[in-house]
């Protein structure tokens, strides 16, 4: 049995992975990083989660949502003691984004890497339309 799927893809491997997956009113996004689309990378944690959160914006806003519809998200970091020390400013990063406190579950886990090692965290999310 096959299901109705609606992907939106783009980067430089957008023949690989969809950035997002529809089906039904549910959107599974791709772990979205701390780069723009030209290649920027954050300098640090902090920036690459403002970066990430904007990606996450990017890609929801192509399947017609926003972060609003964000219910569950998982963030994945290289270092929990440096994720621990700048919490208060990666919780305001976070809260930024969401124009205030979101109500969404939320998983943090330490990884050993992430695709690129100068990447320090990556976000993946699920939201319902």
Wanted: proline residues 2%; contains cysteine.
């Amino acid at each position: 049995m096959s299901i109705e799927k609606q992907t939106y893809r783009a980067g430089p491997y957008k023949n690989v992975f969809a950035q997002a997956v529809k089906t039904g009113n549910v959107i599974h996004l791709s772990g979205q990083v701390g780069m723009d689309s030209k290649g920027k990378l954050g300098a640090d944690m902090v920036e690459q989660t403002e970066i990430a959160y904007a990606n996450i914006k990017h890609v929801l806003s192509e399947m017609g949502a926003s972060l609003d519809n964000i219910v569950d998200e998982t963030m994945f970091v290289t270092d929990m003691g440096e994720f621990m020390t700048k919490g208060e400013a990666l919780l305001g990063a976070r809260a930024k984004a969401y124009g205030g406190v979101p109500e969404v579950c939320q998983t943090v886990v330490q990884v050993t890497a992430l695709v690129m090692p100068e990447l320090k965290i990556e976000i993946k999310c699920v939201a319902h339309v």
